[in-house]
């Protein structure tokens, strides 16, 4: 049986799935662009993720020069890379 099937249509199993990496970086620098920052916490909120998985993906956004972390610890954030 599909993974369609199981979860009720394709629809249903991408809401099930959530968004892939790459739209997890795009909601992250979209949400950044409008809000001007964001933390660990409201990435993990923002693409339904862990805050380990939120971490990485910041952690890559920073290494790939596309965002900058302020502050260290929880009073860490990100902006958009100048």
Do not use: H, W
């Amino acid at each position: 049986m599909s993974a369609y099937k199981r979860f009720g249509g394709e629809a249903a199993y991408l809401r099930q799935k959530g968004p892939e990496p790459q739209q997890q970086e795009a909601m992250i620098l979209e949400y950044i662009g409008k809000n001007n920052r964001i933390t660990r916490s409201k990435a993990a909120e923002l693409c339904q993720l862990g805050p380990f998985q939120a971490k990485r993906i910041l952690k890559k956004l920073v290494n790939d020069g596309k965002i900058t972390q302020k502050g260290a610890k929880r009073g860490a954030y990100y902006e958009l890379a100048p």
